[in-house]
């Protein structure tokens, strides 16, 4: 996804204690930085 | 990230970041490296295909090039370990403005790449900017 015109998708995500929020609760505020990581472990 | 909490606090934007593990798997991470901001679990990938996050190609993931990185890692203290999540999704780091737009966009081409953090910020600077 390249930036200028496109937009966050409208999902709901699961965070890590297991509740689903959706992503937009995250921009609406304040903007947001998402950073999507590789594999760990 | 970790280390520039406060300064992206103060930028004015949340930070969220996204794994391929479990609820569980996400959760053991968090508390593993302290990580202070939440963390989406999207072990399915849903969230990386949206954003159109790319894969890196096979014959690039046994590249001996990306080994010494590993092997770098490990002498780094990352350990070596079961990998949680596809080892061939490739990262990447977006910002996203009040009104859901994208307003930054670095979907990694190669895994070892990051944008810095003072080009976040500056992204994360522009969304308080009066629109033109």
Redesign the interface.
């Given at each position: 996804?390249?930036?200028?015109?496109?937009?966050?998708?409208d999902?709901s995500?699961?965070?890590?204690?297991?509740s689903a929020v959706p992503?937009?609760e995250?921009?609406?505020?304040?903007?947001?930085?998402?950073?999507?990581?590789?594999?760990?472990? | 990230m970790r280390r520039n909490r406060v300064r992206f606090e103060k930028a004015g934007a949340n930070l969220l970041l996204v794994g391929m593990g479990t609820p569980g798997e996400c959760s053991d991470f968090k508390n593993k490296f302290d990580v202070p901001f939440p963390m989406v679990s999207d072990p399915e990938k849903k969230l990386y295909q949206a954003f159109e996050l790319k894969q890196m190609p096979p014959w690039k993931a046994l590249s001996p090039a990306l080994a010494l990185k590993g092997i770098s890692a490990v002498a780094r203290g990352h350990g070596l370990g079961i990998p949680v999540g596809d080892v061939r999704q490739l990262p990447g780091v977006f910002v996203i403005d009040r009104k859901g737009s994208v307003a930054f966009s670095w979907p990694a081409d190669d895994p070892s790449g990051h944008p810095s953090v003072e080009e976040i910020l500056s992204a994360v600077d522009s969304l308080r900017r009066p629109a033109k």
């Open positions: 996804m390249s930036a200028e015109t496109l937009r966050s998708p999902l995500v699961t965070l890590s204690d297991g992503l937009k995250f921009w609406k505020n304040r903007g947001l930085v998402l950073v999507f990581l590789r594999h760990f472990g | -």
